[in-house]
């Protein structure tokens, strides 16, 4: 039986609503993450601009994270050693709870993030650096199934320690060295305006 062209793309936009979302569980989650809140805080907003906002982001990304941080290929003193005590499912878990969670945080600095916006949005040319949004989205939400991460609400301390990291080699992704190469372009009034500028995102 043929089946044409017509039929076979709404059925297979249906096989893929039809698939779960979220393999977590969010509630199952809130109970497992008493001593994350210690540092994120209880909703996901963390009091520490050292330490990242975890509300809103996406439970792939998160899991991602975590495994990284269990099997060392991302270094941290702190997290490292709470990573290695979970099991796939804790991680799951603890990344729908923070999923679910309303991003909440501080505004742009008004002094720099002009800058940040122009590189977020429109990148530059002249130095081969692509624009933010295409990765992260014009509100900074991200990209779930890529693994790209939310943005919005972030501490700018948070996100210019991250662009420092990549800049420097000290943190990579493992199966994406994007990061590294466009951090590396970035000057430090850049890496600051747009850890500004993606602060104050919604």
Known sequence: MKMTFALLVPLMLLSVSATPASAGDAAAGAQKSAICGACHGATGSSINPEWPNLAGQHESYIVDQLQSFKQTTRDNPLM????????D?????????FASQTPVGLEADPSN???GEKLYRGGDPEHKLPACIACHGPQGKGNGPARYPALRAQHAVYTYNQLKAFAEGKRRTPTNDIM????ARLTDDEMHALASYTQGLR
């Open 89 to 97: 499912q804790d991680m799951q878990d603890l990344g729908a709870h």
């Open 80 to 87: 490292m050693p709470n990573a290695a005590a979970l099991s």
């Open 180 to 183: 590294q190469v466009v951090a």
């Open 113 to 115: 993030y002009k800058l």
